[in-house]
């Protein structure tokens, strides 16, 4: 069955014609365990829904809303299927950090066996901090500064993902100043126009990320590389972009890919021992969503690679994936407290909730589409076409852009997105001085906070007068 990216092309805000939306589901109080992490549930007794045993009517109570929560047992039990899927190969799997870090996500990645990239100075500080091992983190990013790279080489980290000519030159120099050679990977652009939101594709040639493989660019690249004493080349990077189903994108980047490698060979004597395909892979924010296993995901990626290698005469080198939303995504929910409602006749319900576009921002970015629930109580009431808005001023502030909520919603009801654990709380803003959330951890029926609320005295601390 062929499977489709998630749906994110540009939509009007206008209300569609009678027929277009999906029947409302046949019991709004059920929860999709697809969308859903693993120890999220409704109780029976009350009503209200629960996650690792935890109420969220006292999570709420307790950490105040908006606030992410995040699941730990879910997290590690995506972590260690991603693990498992690719340890019986010669493989490594790095948590795409920019999806979501802390220093608690990283001390949990290192004890479940992953390692992690990152994307700034910043990602690196918390990943150190945290005690990730340097040779276990890779640095992307398409303007490092020669700060960044200095502070990559004196870190020791595994791999620099290099994404231009000028940071070629800056990387091996900042390591001939340090005495010592820096692994690297160079991003190739293989132009394969990846199903997804414009914004989120980053294969195609029109865009700002590595080196053109149709340009001859990647093959300059290499060849200026292997001149330089400062870097070690050891592999040829490619990301296709995010929130993709179909692997048939990550086939061609793969032949490609392998086919660069091919004449590296034919024109060096060089035959590189590893290659990255990035990350990418989709998540289900709503229960139209259909993503893949890690286990099938894997098989596929590596059968590509072998086949390829195969017909290029290669040995086959050390493959490299990048989850990131597909492992912390499904892990949290944002829950928020209902403050107005506003029904509008003939046309839709707005509920608005105290949160917004400042603690999602994805839904106004890339027209993303979200499920959403009344997780305070439990209702039997008819189901009313809604859109969850927040409190910022701006009409597309939209969490939710259609949803069916019980019609006897009412303020102060809790109401929970789920699959909010990607880039929700790492693209937050302090836009109208909003306050960013708590992320807060649960498991086994306890809770605790890993990146705490901000106060207005952060926001002062800041503002200097």
């Known amino acids: 069955m062929s499977r489709s990216a998630h749906p994110a092309g540009p939509r009007h805000g206008d209300v569609l014609p009678e027929g277009h939306y999906a029947a409302p589901p046949a019991d709004l109080n059920l929860l999709d365990p697809k969308v859903w992490s693993q120890t999220v549930a409704r109780d029976e007794a009350t009503g209200a829904v629960t996650v690792a045993g935890l109420d969220v009517r006292a999570l709420a109570q307790q950490f105040g809303t908006p606030a992410y929560i995040l699941d730990?047992?879910?997290?590690?039990?995506?972590?260690?299927?991603?693990?498992?899927?690719?340890?019986?190969?010669?493989?490594?799997?790095?948590?795409?950090?920019?999806a979501f870090l802390s220093r608690a996500i990283v001390r949990w990645l290192h004890e479940?066996?992953?390692?992690?990239?990152?994307?700034?100075?910043?990602?690196?500080?918390?990943?150190?901090?945290?005690?990730?091992?340097?040779?276990?983190?890779?640095f992307h990013g398409n303007n490092k500064t020669v700060a960044e790279l200095e502070y990559a080489v004196k870190s020791g980290l595994g791999h620099v993902v290099v994404d231009s000519f000028e940071e070629l030159v800056r990387l091996a120099w900042a390591a001939d100043q340090q005495g010592t050679?820096?692994?690297?990977?160079?991003?190739?652009?293989?132009?394969?126009?990846?199903?997804?939101?414009?914004?989120?594709?980053?294969?195609?040639?029109?865009?700002?990320?590595?080196?053109?493989?149709?340009?001859?660019?990647?093959?300059?690249?290499?060849?200026?590389?292997?001149?330089?004493?400062?870097?070690?080349?050891?592999?040829?990077?490619?990301?296709?972009?995010?929130?993709?189903?179909?692997?048939?994108g990550f086939e061609v980047a793969a032949r490609r890919v392998?086919?660069?490698?091919?004449?590296?060979?034919?024109?060096?004597?060089?035959?590189?021992?590893?290659?990255?395909?990035?990350?990418?892979?989709?998540?289900?924010?709503?229960?139209?969503?259909?993503?893949?296993?890690?286990?099938?995901?894997?098989?596929?990626?590596?059968?590509?690679?072998?086949?390829?290698?195969?017909?290029e005469g290669l040995s086959i080198p050390r493959l490299s994936v990048e989850p990131g939303r597909a492992i912390v995504g499904p892990t949290a929910f944002t829950l928020y407290e209902v403050g107005t409602i506003k029904p509008l006749d003939g046309l839709r319900t707005y509920v608005s909730v105290d949160g917004g576009m400042s603690d999602n921002i994805r839904t106004a970015l890339y027209d993303a589409e979200y499920s959403v629930a009344l997780v305070s109580r439990a209702s039997d009431a008819e189901p009313m076409l809604s859109r969850v808005v927040g409190k910022h001023c701006e009409s597309g502030d939209i969490v939710v852009r259609d949803a069916f909520l019980?019609?006897?919603?009412?303020?102060?009801?809790?109401?929970?997105?789920?699959?909010?654990?990607?880039?929700?709380?790492?693209?937050?803003?302090?836009?109208?001085?909003?306050?960013?959330?708590?992320?807060?951890?649960?498991?086994?029926?306890q809770a605790r906070v890993i990146v705490r609320r901000e106060t207005e005295e952060d926001l002062l601390r800041l503002d200097v007068g």
Not at 117 to 138: F, K
Not at 268 to 283: K, M, Q, R
Not at 284 to 307: C, G, H, N
Request: aromatic share 6%.
């Open 72 to 98: 730990e047992d879910d997290f590690r039990a995506r972590c260690r299927a991603w693990q498992q899927a690719f340890s019986h190969l010669d493989a490594d799997v790095y948590y795409a950090g920019k």
């Open 112 to 138: 479940e066996g992953l390692n992690v990239d990152v994307c700034s100075g910043g990602e690196l500080t918390v990943a150190l901090s945290a005690g990730m091992p340097p040779e276990r983190i890779a």
């Open 406 to 445: 019980p019609a006897d919603l009412a303020p102060g009801d809790l109401l929970a997105v789920p699959a909010t654990g990607a880039y929700c709380r790492s693209m937050a803003s302090n836009y109208n001085h909003a306050l960013k959330p708590p992320v807060v951890a649960v498991r086994d029926g």
């Open 181 to 248: 050679r820096q692994k690297i990977l160079l991003r190739v652009t293989v132009g394969v126009e990846a199903h997804t939101h414009e914004f989120i594709a980053t294969a195609h040639e029109d865009q700002k990320f590595g080196f053109s493989l149709t340009g001859g660019q990647a093959a300059e690249a290499v060849r200026r590389a292997l001149t330089l004493d400062g870097v070690e080349l050891v592999g040829i990077h490619s990301h296709i972009g995010s929130q993709i189903f179909d692997m048939a």
């Open 258 to 311: 392998v086919g660069l490698l091919a004449e590296i060979k034919a024109e060096h004597g060089v035959e590189l021992p590893e290659i990255d395909l990035g990350g990418g892979l989709g998540i289900a924010y709503t229960s139209e969503d259909d993503p893949r296993e890690p286990q099938e995901i894997a098989a596929a990626l590596t059968e590509i690679v072998r086949r390829e290698c195969a017909a």
